[in-house]
């Protein structure tokens, strides 16, 4: 364990197999700390141009319902909810 304390202080990261298959890898929590950062950056990035590309999309070609639709739904919102 010493060995691979070693290893990782150093910046390596080790993984830890069973039969074959990773089961763990020893890495230094500055790396951890890092790697978080960046996934959540890039996830930001990601939302970002979602909304970029909302806020460019055109609401007249965005599929509607009718007023009175939704007023049936309304009501059919509002009888559920009175039947419970």
Same mark, same amino acid.
């Given at each position: 364990? #010493?060995?691979? !304390?070693?290893?990782?202080?150093? +910046?390596?990261?080790?993984? @830890?197999?069973?039969? +074959? %298959?990773?089961?763990? %890898?020893?890495? &230094? #929590?500055?790396? %951890?700390?890092?790697?978080?950062?960046?996934?959540?950056?890039?996830?930001?990035?990601? !939302?970002?141009? !979602?909304?970029?590309?909302?806020?460019?999309?055109?609401?007249?070609?965005? #599929?509607? @319902?009718?007023?009175? &639709?939704?007023? &049936? !739904? %309304?009501?059919?919102?509002?009888?559920? &909810?009175?039947?419970?």
């Amino acid at each position: 364990m #010493p060995e691979l !304390l070693d290893r990782v202080s150093a +910046g390596e990261e080790v993984t @830890i197999t069973r039969h +074959g %298959v990773a089961v763990a %890898v020893v890495m &230094r #929590p500055d790396a %951890v700390r890092s790697r978080r950062a960046d996934r959540a950056l890039a996830d930001a990035e990601h !939302l970002r141009q !979602l909304v970029e590309r909302g806020r460019a999309a055109s609401l007249v070609e965005a #599929p509607s @319902i009718t007023a009175e &639709r939704a007023e &049936r !739904l %309304v009501g059919e919102v509002r009888a559920g &909810r009175r039947a419970r």
